[in-house]
């Protein structure tokens, strides 16, 4: 698990390592410079020339100062900065002596259009941007992204919020982004993700009381967490022993969206999945999935009082008797429930809160229809407004985007795993299948909709890397998921799971 901070948290944490632990800032900012002056020697020969564009703030000290290094190291580097003089800070002031005494090249701010440099280093904003850029700031920053040059961005590409990922006004758009001492949600949602490029965590020298001294409640799951997050399987055991799934899903012209969402339960390792649908559809399910139960629609009651865990919603339709539907599970449903598709649209109809027993899976335009939110708004802050409509609604959220994230109310979970390849017809009902089937093996319902997140985008790479982003189905992303689960158990005897050992 790796923990994402704003870039409040991030200018929080600097400055307890200034003013409690009393690390000099200079030696900080040297710290910074010298982890990104080694990034660049990795990635650039010798012979390139460099520009490192400065704003007057620290970000510009952390610029001047890895330009200055790369000097030292024998490459072709120079410094221009951008902005009043009047407002610079001390650090970067100093910064700039130092660099004119080592006889580091100072250029006037045209130097970016001269067309000369083969890398620019983005040091013209931090993190604790917090406005539109405008005026020569927004020329200079659309002058790199024109200028052909490879750009390396300092800490956060200018432009982006450290929080949000929102585009404040003008953004540079970055190969590398070196971010220091710790990661910014920024990089990590988009749109501010797909402007920094491949991201280094670099090590400054932050104490670890500094870091402790800010929590952070926004982190994303890396492959090593499977381990510990997946539910263990018991040796003696039977099919009632991983849960009962009921599937509330799917109406006359929707056979395939109960299908994918009940095969995702199984696949998940449900030990029995109820399927409730329409009787148009019995054959066709039995057919394709025979190993689960089915009922029509009337068993609904009977259905809720059986479960371990309820998905209602993918491909229900919006008939009275959908609704009714939704509004029997809403008002009944004694375990935990996932709310899909559909279901959310009707579950709006019924009621505006519900308790955090209840999943709901909106992708944007339903997150939208359900929060009142318009979605350019939630595209600006998905991370934000995720976490405060779960909290004003009581249930887990799962605002579904590139960058899906799953909220608590209180915690931000956002998903690193997936690809494009994966935005196709039914990859959501898989979604909810999988985490039904997490849930029917007793895993609490935030627990289950990080974990069904996590892994479905991890099903999705396994299949994009072997079939292609442009050919994949939602089915392959179930095969996905049954490869990623196996591979846990391969260094095990038959018998035991990686969970349980």
Known sequence: MKYLYSGKQAKAIDFHAIHTVGMPGLVLMERAAMTAAAAIREREPEDVRILAVCGAGNNGGDGVATA????????????????????????????????????????????????????????????????????????????????????????????????????????????????????KTGLVVYPGCACAGEVIVGDIGFPRESVESVPSSVYFYEPEDLARLLPARPPRSHKGTFGKVLVAAGCETMSGACFLAAKAAYRMGAGLVKVVSVPANRDVLLTALPEILFSDRDGLAEGVEWADAIVIGPGLGQSEEAEEMVRYVVENSPVPTVIDGDGIRLCRRITDTLTDNFVLTPHIKEMSDFTGIPVPELQKDLVGHTRQSAEQTGCILVGKDARTVVSDGRECYINVSGNNGMATGGSGDVLAGTIGGLLGQGMEPFEAAKLGVYLHGLGGDVMAAERGRYSMIASDILEGIARVTAEMEKPFSTGGSRAEK
């Open 68 to 183: 200055r290094i790369l000097c030292q190291m024998g490459y072709k580097a120079a410094v221009t900065v951008v902005g009043q003089s009047d407002y610079m800070t001390e650090d970067m002031k100093k910064q700039l002596e130092i660099a004119v005494g080592c006889h580091v090249p100072v250029l006037p701010a045209s130097s970016v259009t001269d067309g000369v440099f083969d890398v620019m280093l983005d040091a013209v904003f931090g993190v604790g941007l917090s406005r539109p850029v405008e005026g020569v700031y927004a020329s200079v920053l659309e002058q790199m992204n024109d200028s052909g040059a490879r750009i390396y961005a300092l800490d956060i590409p200018s432009g982006v919020d450290g929080e949000s990922g929102a585009i404040l006004g003008r953004a540079v758009k970055a190969d590398v982004t070196i971010t220091f001492g710790v990661n």
